[in-house]
């Protein structure tokens, strides 16, 4: 996260009104693929991203020890919103 998503997030999260949604962009677009690449670099270590099916990555999810709920959500790309 660049300093200025940080920044923007600390003034959402103290507002008194919020928005259910905000949408925030910067100059650059990058892709899952482009993260993972730069992780690589930072890292020393080589991180694929693997575009995966729906079914496969809540496969996977739950291989790793996340509950169902829980990997149904994430697996299945819906979007986290921030309530109060």
């Not at 993260?35 to 991203?49: F, P, T």
Request: aromatic residues 8%.
């Amino acid at each position: 996260m660049t300093l200025d998503y940080a920044e923007t997030a600390a003034v959402v999260l103290t507002l008194k009104s919020v928005k259910p949604i905000y949408e925030l962009s910067g100059d650059n677009s990058f892709t899952l693929k482009d993260v993972a690449s730069e992780l690589s670099n930072q890292s020393g270590k080589k991180v694929d991203y693997l575009d995966l099916p729906e079914q496969e990555y809540q496969s996977l999810l739950l291989n790793y020890g996340l509950p169902e709920g829980v990997a149904a959500t994430i697996g299945n790309g819906r979007h986290w919103r921030c309530q109060r």
